[in-house]
């Protein structure tokens, strides 16, 4: 019964063929002596013919709400945020590195570059963010793809570039930059909707000027004060309203740390009379717990917002919610170091 | 009071780590002899496996991962059996199979930082829970080794004779392997894996150098994993060097250096002989 399925997939595998190769592989057959070898060779040729089986399969079954919109391949959370809220209903936006995942260290499945190989348009945040992005890029065929790096520009903002940081979203007015960029983008693209596209990001932008006046009013009495945060993530969110930030770990989130510099951060949460140790979703709790249990101070979330989890996307959560929800955080943990 | 002890962090740090080092030393020395010496690479990858099982049926990732360790760890003795000349094929496959469930479950777990904060373990950001599990656990593990001494030493060099002359072979394996088992699931998790795969294997590789004796064996396989934990955490502390790798290097140290004085013996007896 096995042996008979092989021969079915040979002679499947065959029927393609010309009349020659079809000769040639009869040949190739006859060399195997015994039985035992043939289904061996049979079972090596199913093997390697399995892949080529699925390559046949639909791949329009990627996209399948995406009907007659502009199909947009996104990395993180804000990228996707920044392109549902600039292309609003004339784009299918999907978010490729899943929520929750780390993304430095991330790697697209088979099934994300076929859905890219169909897509119209890709967009990265960049600055070391998407490590993997330029390999992919390099490994897609789609000619109509247009690659968008989202942080493209911001050094003309006239705002102070932090080295190594790719966290630029963290600063509301970089925020609208990337989406300028990517309604300059989707413009491009799909240029019968470009009126919507400028009227969406215009809307998105008068909601970052509102949440930045929010930003400098609220923190304006906190200007060069300290943060302990889990990693240096908040570069920009601190060179725009005057804080530092004493990162637990570096601008990478995996190391884990080492006793100096645990007993550096003690002291400084002593020194600064700092009263809260922030944590974030990508990052194990566990040091930040211990520092705060070794100084009495309390723990907080303060969110990236590119390791937000499905069910906060899921409860309605975009940018702006989360960014309000860290102001709250940041004045909170700030204020209590008055009080004490 | 030196700096080093002024911080409660540290003090967990020490106090933990000496306890495992004495545990994993013990429960090494053992695994070596039996020729299982990747035995805890083996199980803390099944543990990640546990961890994810944990996560995706909805009950506590430590229980889980004792369970995987549990079913690993008895997988290897099952299969070790199995396969005669070729028993160290038992911890590879066991590992292989971990790594791949961890890794095809882990997909499903939604959010990775739940994950992380199962798997990986911090020498220096021990919760006060786990330094009272970790304190319970030495206690349990090192009586339960000094009680089966004798007959682990037995085993340990000759199954089947031990077997022959009246040990029940069956029960001590069995019991030896839940222990190392719930040892390792917690350890990995409290110090992290490296720590304690390494911690297992290293010192006694040393001590065997030099040792002439089961019992000088196993006291120095835990002087020096104990030197090793606080030597790196005392260079960690004061020169800022990671805990984890900082411990395993000082314990290749000492294996080097053990190597090193065994050859200047062997040297010395050699000369002696032709002298003599």
């Known amino acids: 019964m096995p042996s008979a399925l092989l021969f079915a997939i040979l002679a499947s ?41 699925l390559a046949g399969c639909k791949q329009s079954e990627m996209w399948k709400d995406a009907k007659g919109k502009v199909k947009v391949m996104t990395t993180i959370f804000p990228m996707y945020d920044f392109v549902r809220k600039v292309g609003g209903d004339h784009v299918a936006v999907e978010m490729m590195v899943p929520a929750g995942t780390e993304p430095h260290a991330w790697e697209p499945s088979s099934k994300d570059m076929r859905k890219l190989e169909e897509a119209d348009l890709f967009v990265y945040n960049g600055c070391g963010m998407e490590l993997w992005a330029d390999d992919v890029l390099k490994g897609v065929a789609n000619k109509k793809l247009t690659t968008l790096q989202a942080a493209e520009g911001i050094a003309a903002e006239g705002k102070q570039i932090v080295a190594d940081d790719p966290h630029v979203w963290l600063d509301p007015m970089l925020a609208a930059k990337e989406m300028e960029n990517i309604c300059d983008a989707l413009s491009k693209v799909d240029p019968d909707h470009a009126e919507d596209y400028r009227r969406n990001f215009e809307a998105a932008f008068s909601k970052c000027e509102e949440l930045d006046a929010a930003y400098k009013e609220r923190l304006a009495s906190y200007d060069g004060k300290y943060i302990v945060v889990a990693h240096e993530a908040y570069g920009y969110l601190c060179s725009a309203y005057g804080l530092n930030q004493i990162g637990i770990e570096g601008v990478s989130a995996e190391s884990e740390p080492d006793a100096a510099r645990m007993r550096e951060i003690i002291d400084m949460v002593e020194t600064y009379g700092i009263s809260c140790i922030f944590f974030e979703e990508l990052v194990s709790p566990k040091v930040a717990e211990t520092i705060a249990e070794e100084t009495g101070c309390k723990t907080m979330a303060l969110s990236p917002l590119d390791g937000i989890s499905q069910e906060e996307i899921d409860a309605g959560n975009d940018y702006f919610s989360v960014m309000y929800e860290n102001l709250d955080a940041l004045c909170d943990a700030l204020g209590g170091e008055n009080l004490g | 009071m030196p700096m080093i002890f002024q911080y409660t962090y540290m003090q967990r740090a020490l106090l933990v780590g000496c306890l495992l080092a004495v545990l994993v030393a013990c429960l090494g020395t053992v695994m070596v002899h039996k020729r299982l010496s990747l035995i805890g690479d083996a199980l803390s990858h099944s543990s990640l496996a546990g961890v994810a099982l944990g996560l995706l049926g909805g009950f506590n990732p430590i229980v889980g991962a004792m369970a995987t360790c549990l079913v690993a760890a008895f997988a290897i003795e099952g299969i070790r059996k199995k396969l005669g000349n070729h028993s160290e094929l038992a911890v590879a496959i066991v590992l292989s199979t971990g790594i791949g469930l961890a890794g095809v479950l882990s997909g499903f777990v939604k959010s990775s930082a739940d994950f992380n904060s199962f798997l990986f373990g911090s020498i220096v950001a021990i919760s006060s829970f786990e330094m009272y599990l970790v304190s319970i656990l030495a206690v349990v593990v090192l009586v339960a080794f000094l009680m089966l001494y004798k007959e682990l030493f037995y085993i340990s060099f000759d199954e089947q004779a031990a077997g022959i002359s009246g040990v029940p072979v069956g029960a001590v394996n069995a019991i030896f392997t839940i222990l190392t088992s719930v040892t390792i699931s917690i350890a990995a998790r409290t110090v992290g894996a490296l720590i304690i795969s390494s911690l297992m294997v290293v010192p006694v590789a040393a001590a065997m150098s030099i040792a002439r004796s089961y019992k000088t064996t196993v006291l120095w396989a835990v002087f020096v994993a104990v030197a090793s934990t606080l030597g790196g955490l005392v260079l960690s502390f004061y020169q800022g060097l990671k805990p984890g790798g900082t411990i395993v290097l000082i314990s290749v140290g000492f294996f080097l250096l053990f190597r090193g004085i065994r050859l200047i013996r062997e040297h010395g007896a050699q000369v002696g002989q032709k002298e003599g």
């Open chain 1, 13 to 53: 595998a065959n029927a393609n063929h010309s009349q020659k190769e079809k000769e040639r592989n009869r040949y190739m057959l006859r060399r195997f002596k015994n039985t035992k070898e043939k289904i061996l060779a049979g079972m090596l040729a199913a093997v390697m013919l399995f892949p080529m089986s």
